[in-house]
């Protein structure tokens, strides 16, 4: 699902991707983070996970793959309807784990594979994805899992 008229929050030009191209440019998980929290919290942990993991290319490309505004904005409209919310959670404590889901490399590499094939991999690294999320990686996983299913449908992976 690319949006052509995603317009960059500074210049306001049609068809920027600053999430992803920032990330890319910074090959960092902090300056991804940094700029990916113009979009809100999912973009910060989108940032986070592209900047951290892939850097270069692979930000700029899941950012035309994915939409962070979009999917920031579906997720916080209901979360908290999905089967593995828990009461006293917020938005924020999910919205790394929707990032993950969606925007790591490690998705891109295993994309119309199961979830179940780089899960491990996000485990080991939640510490480093989570930011001020509250959640276990056992809370978050079916999160995770949920936007990963998203994207792969959205990218035609599923």
Do not use: C
Not at 82 to 101: F, I, K, Q, S
Request: overall charge negative; aromatic content about 10%.
């Amino acid at each position: 699902m690319t949006n052509d008229a995603n317009r960059d929050p500074l210049t306001g030009a049609p068809g920027a991707h600053p999430v992803g191209t920032g990330v890319g440019a910074a090959a960092g998980g902090a300056t991804g983070a940094a700029i990916g929290s113009v979009v809100g919290p999912l973009g910060t942990a989108l940032g986070a996970v592209i900047g951290a993991v892939a850097g270069g290319l692979a930000g700029k490309a899941t950012a035309e793959a994915i939409d962070p505004t979009v999917e920031d904005a579906y997720w916080r409209d209901r979360y908290v309807s999905e089967p593995y919310y828990r009461d006293g959670y917020t938005y924020d404590d999910y919205a790394p784990a929707y990032g993950v889901g969606m925007g790591s490399t490690l998705a891109e590499k295993y994309r119309g594979r199961p979830f179940d094939e780089y899960e491990a991999d996000l485990a080991r690294d939640w510490d480093i994805y989570r930011g001020e999320s509250r959640l276990t990686w056992p809370e978050a996983s079916p999160a995770a899992r949920a936007a990963w299913e998203r994207a792969q449908r959205d990218r035609g992976a599923v």
